[in-house]
Every structure is written in structure tokens, then in C-alpha cells.
């Protein structure tokens, strides 16, 4: 996985009251591995990497190597995209797919985390409902769209009710893995500073939970989409997944190819949104975080699945 | 000066007090752990409720009892095992190839750095790009087949465990292998004695995010294709508003998630006992 790591200078920035942890390590002493930093941000192999494959399948597609009835060349992909941004259904079908699933992501979240926090905080509240949680999770959410779509019809709201639902257990699970990593030392300190309940969770354990709920978000928001794209698929007639079976159905390949690769260039954007919000909002635990709000550490044992 | 010691010792014994509630939650990572079943009440409660004061006729929200007439009823027109059977030969399938295909391709990858930096940025793309986007591709390239369907779910199910073995190849530590080239010990044996061991953890973990995902999207295709599995009838169901069959095949598919899921724990657990870490 790429560098998590913002790009910032944190020279000059006013120290974060919120931040209960001990300060972050100064990084920008060595300009030489500040400059590294940026360059390994960029990926420059990487970059080439994708530009020689796109510029392969081109002179593939124009030699007449790539067959065009299953892989329609980059050009006519794009002339195509821009046509139907012209046409005025391309950005509608983005925007809509979109709302859906940030709005439903956003329920989920709310709900998840605050679920989260208290069963990470009280053991009655997680010995009363945990294997609840745990067997309600362990429904496949994709065999819920049938049963939403039943309920709530092909409407707006289903999609809302299933990017909700697939992503208020990821947040859950790790918002409680989260919580049971505030070390007792820093609670105790807390304690002996005789601070508020409320000002205990939001300066002590929500820092140390911190990493594992970017993580929760992160992967919460990739169930939501998927969610999202499947009750469009199925049944409610916009947005990119409605487009994308119509153009399967019509066969108009650069169409096709041109919606699908949006959903990828979407999930993206959604994942680095995540990131560089928290960036913005939380510059000190983001950076105190680093690598912990990667998606695959090397020390798989502490993850929760 | 009586006085302040005892406020002294009363601020002492309310922080001594606060100290140990907080000791009771904290710091014990049991996020792993099998929940105590105790904590099933809130779910049967439900049950139980929807039972008592639902109606068998609603067309949404049929009480428990008529699910299980549901599913008896697929049963004894035979659509129920092979259906299943059919799901789970898609699920295993994919399953098998996604490990065999995630371990060794994650492996290459993360002990060459260069591969490593150039195949980042197509690998995350791939990651974030959603499973229901990519059915459409492959029945373009596989028709409505088997084959196709395996495709989907090893296409969408190798990131975990790919990136996962990534990240747990890219972290072997050099040194590690110095001692095996300085040993003599050969490339067969420095695989099998040096790196898999440290990879095996990644492996497991990875097979234990991927096997769900992999169920998942085997049901995905069956419900966007229509093509045979429990997702299609699940499909059908929905689609002649039979809700009780919805909720009864929703049962089924959740017992069998709970018991892939348990066997992947079980086998992790044993494995890595075996393994001594």
C-alpha cells in the first residue's frame, strides 16, 4: 500500500489540545527525506506503469490485436465518456450513485461508531448484545438488497438503507477493536486529572481509537458503494450501476467500459477523501496514526477481520 | 488540618475507585474472541416478538414461522440443495484459486521493490473497483457460465489476501535471508524453512477477510446474472414478492457465512499453533 502519510510541514502548527497523546516525532528535520517523502508520494513507476499499459491496449486495439467486441480501445472510451457528459446522463448518473452512497455511508457511520464507542466501553452493554452484532454482521449483505428492494421499493431510500447497513458493522468492529486500545496508563492519567466522562472519551479514547476507526471508515465506505451499485443494478432505474446494466444490454462496449471504470476512479476518490479529510480535521492523530490506518500491516496478528 | 487529609483521603479513594472501573475495560483486547452467547437475547427477543405480533399474510414483514414453510417447501421441490450445492462449488472454487493466485503473486511482488512501486497504483485501483461493476465485464468475456462466475469472485476476492501477503513478504527481514544464502541452505529450503513461516500469518489473515468476500460475491453474480445458485432463486423470490422465501433463503446464506467463517477461524488457529506463533 502506498505511503498513508500526509505531505505537510508540521512546522509552525499550533499544538492540537486534543491530541492526548504524547507529540508526534519531528519529521521535517532531514530535507533530503522530506524531498523522498514527496517522491514516494507521486510513484513514478507506478504512474508510467499505468500509462504504458493504456498506451498498449491503444496500439493493441489499433493494430486490430485487442479484439474490439470485448475490449473497445482507450480512445473510443473516451470519446464516448465525453459524449455522454455531453449528452447530460454521464455526471447525473455519477452524482447520483454518489449521494447515495456518502449519505447511507454517513447513517452508518454515525450509528457505528456510537455503537461502537459504548460496547467498547462497557463490558455489560458487550456481553448483552455483541453475539447479536456478531450474527446480524454475518449475514451477507449483498442478500439483503432482494429483501430491501421488496420492502422500500426501487427508490433512493433502499440504496440509503443498504450503504447504511454495509457500513455501520465494519465501523462497529473496529471502533470497539479501537477503544480496547486505549492504554490503561493513559485512562488512569485521565482519571487522576478528575476530567468529565464525555471529555475522557473525546480526549483519551478516541485518539487511541483513532487509526482503527479510519480503517472501520475506509473499508465501510467500499461496502457502501458496492451496496450502492448492486440496488441500481437490480432495480432502482438511475445512477452508475442502472447505466451500467443498460449499456450491457445495448451492448454499447465504450459505454460500458467507460461506466465501469468510474465506479473504480469513485472508489478512489472516496477512499482518498477519507484520508485526506481526517488529514485536514485531525493533522496530529493522522500523523501520529501513520501507517495504522493502512488497510494490510505486516503484523497481522493485532487486526480484527 | 484534620480536615484536609480527609478530603485527601476522600479524593484518593474516589480516584482509586474510578481507577479500577476504568482498569475493568481497558486493555483487554477480546475483539477476537467468541462473544458470550448470552449476548444472543436481543436478537431472539426480536424473533420472538415478530413471531407474537406479526402476521403470516404481510407482504413485507411475514412472521418466523412462515419462513420455515418457505424453505420447506423449497426443499421438497428440489431447488434448495442443489442450488446450494452450486453456490458453494462457485464459492470454494474461487476460494482455492484466489488463495493459490493471492499468496504467490503478493509474494513476488512484495519482495521486489521495484515491482512493487510499479504495480501499486493499478493494484489499488483494482482494490477499490466495486464487485457489482465488474459482472458485466465478465460475462462480456465468459457468457453466462461457471467459469465466468469463478472468474468474478477470484477477481474480487484476491486483493485481501494479495495485499496482505504484500505487506507481510515486503516485511521479511533481510537479514533473515542473509542467513539462509550464508547457510548454504539452497532456494527450495530457504521458501519452505525462512519465508513461509513469516508469510503464513499474512496468509491466514488474509484468507480470513477474503473466504466472506468470496461467498458474497458468488452470490453477487448469481443474483446480477441469474445464472444457477442461491442468489438467483433469492432473485426469483424477490422478484414474484415472495417475502417469506427472501427472509428464509436470508437464514440459510447467514448459517452458511457463520460456518465458512468458523471453519477459516478454526483452521487459522490450528494452523498457526502448528506453526508456533
Known amino acids: 500500500m502506498r505511503s498513508t502519510q500526509g505531505v505537510k510541514l508540521d512546522q509552525g502548527a499550533p499544538p492540537d489540545r486534543d491530541a492526548a497523546e504524547a507529540p508526534a516525532p519531528r519529521r521535517t528535520s532531514n530535507l533530503r527525506e522530506q524531498a523522498a517523502r514527496i517522491g514516494r508520494h507521486i510513484n513514478f513507476p507506478g504512474t508510467a506503469f499505468l500509462v504504458v499499459l493504456v498506451g498498449l491496449w491503444q496500439a493493441g486495439s489499433s493494430a486490430g490485436v485487442v479484439p474490439s467486441s470485448t475490449f473497445p480501445s482507450p480512445a473510443s472510451v473516451i470519446t464516448q465518456t465525453v459524449d455522454l457528459i455531453g449528452a447530460g446522463t454521464f455526471l447525473p448518473a455519477v452524482g447520483h450513485t454518489l449521494l447515495a452512497t456518502l449519505v447511507g455511508w454517513a447513517i452508518g457511520v454515525a450509528v457505528g461508531l456510537a455503537l461502537g464507542v459504548w460496547l467498547g466501553l462497557s463490558v455489560q452493554a458487550w456481553r448483552n448484545s455483541m453475539l447479536t452484532i456478531e450474527v446480524l454482521r454475518a449475514v451477507p449483505p449483498i442478500t439483503l438488497v432482494p429483501l430491501l428492494l421488496l420492502i422500500l421499493g426501487f427508490s433512493l431510500n433502499s440504496e440509503f438503507a443498504l450503504s447504511a447497513y454495509g457500513a455501520v458493522f465494519p465501523v462497529i468492529v473496529y471502533t470497539i477493536a479501537g477503544v480496547r486500545r486505549c492504554s490503561p496508563a493513559h485512562a488512569d492519567v485521565a482519571m487522576m486529572m478528575g476530567i468529565s466522562r464525555m471529555a475522557w472519551i473525546r480526549k483519551v479514547v478516541f485518539p487511541s481509537a483513532f487509526a482503527s476507526i479510519i480503517v472501520g471508515l475506509r473499508i465501510g465506505m467500499g461496502t457502501a458503494l458496492g451496496l450502492s451499485l448492486v440496488s441500481e443494478i437490480l432495480g432502482n432505474p438511475s445512477g452508475i450501476g442502472y447505466e451500467i446494466g443498460l449499456q450491457q444490454t445495448s451492448l454499447n462496449l465504450p459505454a460500458l467500459f467507460s461506466f465501469v471504470l468510474v465506479t473504480g476512479a469513485l472508489g478512489w476518490l472516496l477512499n482518498e477523501g477519507i484520508l485526506g479529510t481526517a488529514r485536514t480535521v485531525f493533522p496530529h492523530l493522522m500523523r501520529h496514526a501513520g501507517e495504522e490506518t493502512a488497510l494490510w500491516l505486516p503484523t497481522p496478528p493485532s487486526r480484527v477481520g | ?277
Open chain 2, 1 to 277: 488540618m484534620a480536615s484536609d487529609t480527609a478530603v485527601k483521603s476522600r479524593l484518593m479513594d474516589g480516584v482509586k475507585s474510578r481507577l479500577t472501573s476504568s482498569r475493568r475495560f481497558q486493555g483487554q483486547d477480546n475483539s477476537r474472541a467468541i462473544p458470550p452467547i448470552l449476548g444472543l437475547w436481543p436478537l431472539l427477543l426480536l424473533i420472538v416478538l415478530w413471531q407474537l405480533l406479526g402476521s403470516s399474510s404481510s407482504s413485507y414483514f411475514p412472521r418466523p414461522s412462515t419462513w420455515w414453510t418457505s424453505i420447506d417447501s423449497l426443499w421438497v421441490n428440489g431447488t434448495l440443495v442443489p442450488s446450494l450445492l452450486a453456490t458453494l462449488e462457485t464459492f470454494i472454487l474461487g476460494l482455492i484459486i484466489t488463495t493459490i493466485l493471492g499468496t504467490l503473486i503478493g509474494t513476488l511482488i512484495g519482495r521486489s521493490s521495484f515491482a512493487d512501486r510499479m504495480l501499486g497504483p493499478l493494484l489499488e485501483y483494482c482494490r477499490v473497483l466495486p464487485a457489482p461493476a465488474t459482472v458485466p465485464l465478465a460475462v462480456l468475456f465468459g457468457g453466462y457460465s461457471q467459469t465466468m462466475a469463478v472468474g468474478v469472485v477470484v477477481f474480487t476476492s484476491i486483493w485481501p489476501i494479495l495485499l496482505q501477503v504484500r505487506a507481510s513478504a515486503r516485511a521479511v527481514p533481510g537479514e533473515l535471508l542473509d542467513v539462509a544464502r550464508t547457510m548454504h541452505i539452497g532456494p527450495r529450503r530457504t521458501v519452505t524453512k525462512v519465508i513461509w513461516p513469516l508469510l503464513l500469518p499474512g496468509v491466514l489473515l488474509g484468507l480470513r477477510v477474503t473466504a466472506p468476500i468470496a461467498l458474497i460475491s458468488s452470490l453477487l453474480v448469481e443474483l446480477i446474472t441469474n445464472i444457477g445458485g442461491l442468489g438467483a432463486v433469492l432473485a426469483q423470490a424477490q422478484d414474484n414478492y415472495r417475502a417469506a422465501e427472501v427472509y428464509s433463503l436470508i437464514v440459510v446464506l447467514t448459517v452458511v457465512s457463520v460456518i465458512v467463517t468458523v471453519i477459516v477461524s478454526m483452521a487459522e488457529s490450528r494452523l498457526r499453533r502448528r506453526a508456533g506463533r
